[in-house]
Every structure is written in structure tokens, then in C-alpha cells.
T-cell receptor, first 114, second 113 residues
Framework: KAGVTQTPRYLIKTRGQQVTLSCSPI?????VSWYQQTPGQGLQFLFE???????NKGNFPGRFSGRQFSNSRSEMNVSTLELGDSALYLC?????????????FGPGTRLTVT | SQKIEQNSEALNIQEGKTATLTCNYT??????LQWYRQDPGRGPVFLLL?????KEKRKERLKVTFDTTLKQSLFHITASQPADSATYLC????????????FGQGTTLQVKP
């Protein structure tokens, strides 16, 4: 089975701009979760989508949003970028049902905001 | 609020020895606990899941224990190898039956030949 893929792998943006990141889960997985990883805060949960619905949300401002399509692919969007948004953004897929708790992570998108 | 603590200092051991990493949590009664490995610049890789009714779980050279009374999990790598050098993350479910995980800060393991 192909693993989780994320595009793009690297991105450089300017403060105030917006960015869209994409994630394709493992075939058959219905849950996609997004995380932000920084050296200071570690891995922090952003949100989870299951069957096109946001099932859980972390403590991030409304500038961070996401969606999931019928084929389970997911996108996350960050508007009005700030310097502090520079991070590795990871998505993870899982079966999404009881008992399927392990998550499979993609390689991440490294976002740099200047 | 829920809190997960892992050794923040790097763990340096000699090849062939057993590495033991600790994960402590507070204000939490998780149904399970997971361990992941992360190499620099890459996404975490799932290693093991242990449920609250399991005391111990093994997979090849890996062993995880789960003490719900002490609110602690120990992660052991026996006969460690330089290739085991990485950051190891402990994760607990943020809510039931969802894909929300709360991660510890991770412990970096360095195995010297």
C-alpha cells in the first residue's frame, strides 16, 4: 500500500499571505488528522476529519482551517500568515473507527514564513 | 489539563545495552497509549500500542509497559543498535475513538557504537 503523501514538501511564504497544504491518506483510511510541529511546542494537534466532517479541533486560531473530500484527501489552509506559523505540518491517516487507533504520518510540509 | 512528560534530556547509551524511556501523564485515564519513532525531518512512525488492560507488550526488540496506577509507561529497546538512534514520542488519545493524539515532547536516544 502506498503511504501518506503530502504536497508540497517545502514552502516559503511572506507574512500576510495564505497557504494551502494537501494530504492524501492511505487507501481505505477515512480519518485524516493534521499536526503542527515546532522545536518549542513539539507536536500539536490541529484538527481531524472523518468522512468529510471535522470530528475534532485543537486550540489553534480560526486562521487555520481544513476540509476533506469524498475520496478522503484533505487540505489545510492557513490565512494571514505570521512568522510563528513557520513549522513542519504533518498529516496522519488512520482507519478512524474503534480499534484502528494507530496513525500513519506523511513526510510533512516544511513551511517557512518570512 | 492533561499533561504528558517525557525525559527532555537526550539518552546516550552504548550499543548492545538496553535503552529505557519514560512517559508520565497526569489528569488523564487513557484507554490506550502509543509510542512513535521520529527521525530528523521526517514524520513519526507508529511502533506500538498498549491498552489500559495490558501490562506489557512486546514487538521484536521493543517492550512497552503500562502502569495505570502510577500513570506511567516505560519503553524498552533491548540489544540497542546505532540505527535505533532517533526521537521517541509517547502519545495518548485526546478523546475517545478519534484521530486526536496528544504527544509528549519526545526523548532523543543516541546509541553509540
Amino acid at each position: 500500500k502506498a503511504g501518506v503523501t503530502q504536497t508540497p514538501r517545502y514552502l516559503i511564504k511572506t507574512r500576510g499571505q495564505q497557504v494551502t497544504l494537501s494530504c492524501s491518506p492511505i487507501s481505505g483510511h477515512r480519518s485524516v488528522s493534521w499536526y503542527q510541529q515546532t522545536p518549542g511546542q513539539g507536536l500539536q494537534f490541529l484538527f481531524e476529519y472523518f468522512s468529510e466532517t471535522q470530528r475534532n479541533k485543537g486550540n489553534f486560531p480560526g486562521r487555520f482551517s481544513g476540509r476533506q473530500f469524498s475520496n478522503s484527501r484533505s487540505e489545510m489552509n492557513v490565512s494571514t500568515l505570521e512568522l510563528g506559523d513557520s513549522a513542519l505540518y504533518l498529516c496522519a491517516s488512520s482507519g478512524g473507527l474503534a480499534g484502528n487507533y494507530e496513525q500513519y504520518f506523511g513526510p510533512g510540509t516544511r513551511l517557512t514564513v518570512t | 489539563s492533561q499533561k504528558i512528560e517525557q525525559n527532555s534530556e537526550a539518552l546516550n547509551i552504548q550499543e548492545g545495552k538496553t535503552a529505557t524511556l519514560t512517559c508520565n501523564y497526569t489528569n488523564y485515564s487513557p484507554a490506550y497509549l502509543q509510542w512513535y519513532r521520529q527521525d530528523p525531518g521526517r514524520g513519526p512512525v507508529f511502533l506500538l500500542l498498549i491498552r489500559e488492560n495490558e501490562k506489557e507488550k512486546r514487538k521484536e526488540r521493543l517492550k512497552v509497559t503500562f502502569d495505570t496506577t502510577l500513570k506511567q509507561s516505560l519503553f524498552h529497546i533491548t540489544a540497542s543498535q546505532p540505527a535505533d538512534s532517533a526521537t521517541y514520542l509517547c502519545a495518548l488519545p485526546g478523546s475517545s475513538n478519534t484521530g486526536k493524539l496528544i504527544f509528549g515532547q519526545g526523548t532523543t536516544l543516541q546509541v553509540k557504537p
